[in-house]
């Protein structure tokens, strides 16, 4: 079974509008941090944010937030006013204490804004 | 502060011949290595991941094998590459000591097409 799963295959919006990328986890450990990778078309993957599973308020940077929530095992990452410059693949991953040389990645969710 | 360094940025080899990339880190110690394929438009398979000099993990059964002969040097390797093999290879690192709560940081990848 898929551990992080990010069912959006590809979005497109246009300009200013707000977009959310939606991932899905699944782990048996109490203890775990989920993160959020950016890959642009020049394909070097990005770190975004971290999130332990003991803290679950909501992040906020610039146009960037991010919603954990452990009772639906979600973490969605939405932004604001998109803008053309954040077409990308955006990518949620998973690591768990119980088996910490792993790094779960979902299989993406590919973003194109439109001016 | 650390970097990760990966070369070559492009390569194009026939089927049959060798190959060989390369991975270091600068700026920390006892890294954890990892080597992961993307194919087009596709998500991110893990090939194999180190966690000390000699030490490799093998995720994926196939026709590369990978080797760490120095604490900030990872290699992945082929003896005869397969039309298959074409991807967009990309090594990562970790901090060792705490593995599991640190996020993955990726050179910027090589592109591998095989002909």
């Known amino acids: 079974a898929q551990k992080v799963t990010q069912a959006q295959t590809e979005i497109s919006v246009v300009e200013k509008e707000d977009v959310t990328l939606d991932c899905v986890y699944e782990t048996r450990d109490t203890t775990y941090y989920l993160f959020w990778y950016k890959q642009p078309p020049s394909g070097e993957l990005v770190f975004l944010i971290r999130r332990n599973s003991f803290d679950e308020q909501n992040e906020i940077s610039g146009r960037y937030s991010w919603n954990f929530q452990k009772s639906t095992s979600s973490f969605n990452f939405t932004i604001t006013a998109s803008q053309v410059v954040d077409s990308a693949v955006y990518f949620c991953?998973?690591?768990?204490?119980?088996?910490?040389?792993?790094?779960?990645f979902g299989s993406g969710t590919k973003l194109n804004v439109k001016p | 502060s650390q970097t990760i360094h990966q070369w070559p940025a492009t390569l194009v080899q026939p089927v049959g011949s060798p190959l060989s990339l390369e991975c270091t880190v600068e700026?920390?110690?006892?890294?954890?290595l990892y080597w992961y394929r993307q194919a087009a438009g596709r998500g991110l398979q893990l090939l194999f991941y180190?966690?000390?000099?000699?030490?490799i993990s093998s995720e994926v059964p196939q026709n590369l094998s990978a080797s760490r002969p120095q604490d900030r040097q990872f290699i992945l390797s082929s003896k005869k590459l397969l039309l298959s093999d074409s991807g967009f290879y990309l090594c990562a690192w970790r901090d060792g000591r705490s593995s599991y709560n640190s996020p993955l940081h990726f050179g910027n990848g090589t592109r591998l097409t095989v002909t």
């Open positions: 991953a998973l690591s768990e204490r119980g088996n910490f040389n792993k790094f779960y």
């Open positions: 700026g920390t110690s006892n890294p954890n």
């Open positions: 180190s966690v000390g000099i000699g030490q």
